[in-house]
């Protein structure tokens, strides 16, 4: 059985063993390529400061190269008895290059060495997330031309109240997702802040280069306080599972529009055939079971900052075992909202719309804001307007120009589509992705 990094002579019994690594083996697999990147830096930063030689650096690097690469085809594992990635990283270097692989330790905990892994894994996944908005953003938007004349009644209590369009329904959800993205640049940058070389939370002994590290890794800057450092553990978390939750909560309303909208009472849009299922027992349904299931895995979503919260609620400074917990809730939401992402843009681009609602004379009091207005600016007093049109419906009479003329900006006559297309790109290019990508790549060069 290997060693675990902080054993001495006293072997841990197998249940508290167990007990303690959880799930830490199988979370930790997406940790790994982001703890070998963390590596390069870190120990590059030894060399520099005389911990370890020019020849010992080119061959660590090698190594651990060689070991990044196992985790891009699937081969890297979590060997049985070996407690999380850091000690089985540390265990393949020692056993391909002897003494020399244990000196990569140096200078850091597991504490920050797991708070880097989990920044590093963070941004990856939040720039997949921004990815994957951006693609359903813009499809939106297509939607959004595309359908921009095709009128719809807009609600108030579930009650019909003015005309809509499917130009403003789709383009609503556009910019509550370029909202959603200035949500999880916030989000972004606060993650985006180098801990490497807080150890344990108190800092270290050996004179650090938390510069370089910074510089190496792409970090818009360093968490400069060892403690504050230490103490963004579990904050981090909450901060993106709220800005995860605020995209799901986006989700989860397009995708009631859509079942509601999808129902024969409605008949507003026809969700495409594939993504419908039918019946056991009733061979006429279509049932919109993907929305289904996108509602409530976003549901589900919106639920991780709480969850998070509680179980770092009531900690004070330091570390403290509890914060392993976050990792089983919040490393695997990534997928999941990518996933509700994935299928909701594909929907959405095939989603069909129904030209003719508004033919329907049980949407006549659509109109009844019109006709005051047109009133009016013909003259007559808001409040006699108002009342002489409450009067034609009670009595039977209203009969309205189904016409309608909105020209104000976001209206159904000027969507703005344009503007919220610039806002979406404005935020999307202050992530600066790039510049983490480059310094990444210049790390598995070397």
Same mark, same amino acid.
């Given at each position: 059985?290997? !060693? ?118 963070? =941004? ?21 031309? =595309? ?41 972004? @940058? ?19 280069? =938390? ?18 450092? !230490? ?75 709480? !969850? ?12 403290? =075992? ?39 004379? @049980? ?84």
């Amino acid at each position: 059985m290997a !060693q675990k990094l902080w054993e001495k002579s006293t072997a841990v019994n197998q249940e508290i063993e167990k007990f303690t690594v959880g799930r830490d083996r199988e979370l930790d697999l997406y940790l790994a390529p982001h703890d070998i990147i963390g590596s390069l830096a870190h120990t590059q930063m030894l060399e520099q400061i005389d911990l370890l030689t020019k020849e010992e650096l080119t061959l660590i690097h090698k190594e651990l190269i060689a070991i990044y690469a196992l985790t891009e085809s699937g081969e890297f594992k979590i060997e049985e008895g070996v407690e999380d990635v850091h000690s089985q990283i540390e265990l393949m270097l020692t056993q391909r290059l002897g003494d020399m692989g244990k000196k990569i330790h140096s200078g850091r905990s597991r504490n920050d060495q797991v708070l880097l892994d989990l920044k590093l894994f963070t =941004r990856t996944e939040i720039g997949k997330i921004a990815e994957s908005v951006d693609s359903l953003f813009h499809v939106l938007i297509e939607q959004s031309e =595309r359908y921009k004349s095709v009128l719809m009644p807009g609600y108030t209590h579930l009650q019909i109240a003015m005309p809509s369009s499917f130009g403003l329904w789709f383009g609503a959800y556009a910019e509550s997702l370029a909202d959603d993205l200035l949500f999880l640049q916030a989000a972004f @940058k606060m993650c985006n802040r180098n801990p490497l070389g807080s150890a344990a939370g108190y800092g270290s002994s050996f004179p650090l280069n =938390r510069s370089l590290t910074t510089e190496l890794l792409g970090f818009d800057s360093m968490n400069y306080n060892v403690v504050y450092a !230490q103490m963004g553990r579990g904050k981090l978390e909450r901060n993106v599972g709220f800005a995860m939750a605020t995209i799901a909560g986006t989700l989860s309303k397009l995708a009631f529009d859509a079942c509601m909208y999808n129902s024969q009472n409605f008949k507003f849009i026809k969700l495409p055939d594939e993504c419908t299922t039918g019946s056991s027992i009733m061979p006429h349904k279509k049932n919109p079971d993907v929305f289904e299931l996108i509602r409530a895995k976003c549901n589900k979503i919106q639920a991780l900052p709480q !969850q998070i919260m509680l179980i770092m609620n009531n900690l004070p400074s330091g570390y403290f =075992r509890d914060l392993q917990i976050i990792k089983e809730v919040f490393v695997p939401a990534f997928e999941e909202l990518l996933a509700c992402l994935e299928m909701t843009t594909y929907i959405v681009k095939k989603m069909e719309v129904n030209t003719e609602i508004l033919k329907d004379d @049980k949407y006549l009091y659509l109109f009844s804001v019109e006709e005051v207005n047109r009133l009016v600016l013909e003259g007559v007093p808001f409040r006699d307007a108002y009342k002489q049109v409450g009067l034609a419906i009670e009595a039977g009479d209203f009969a309205p120009n189904k016409e309608v003329h909105h020209t104000h900006e976001g209206s159904l006559g000027n969507l703005c589509n344009d503007k919220i297309v610039e806002l979406e790109q404005d935020v999307l290019k202050g992530f600066e992705f790039s510049k983490i990508e480059q310094a990444e790549k210049e790390l598995l060069k070397r």
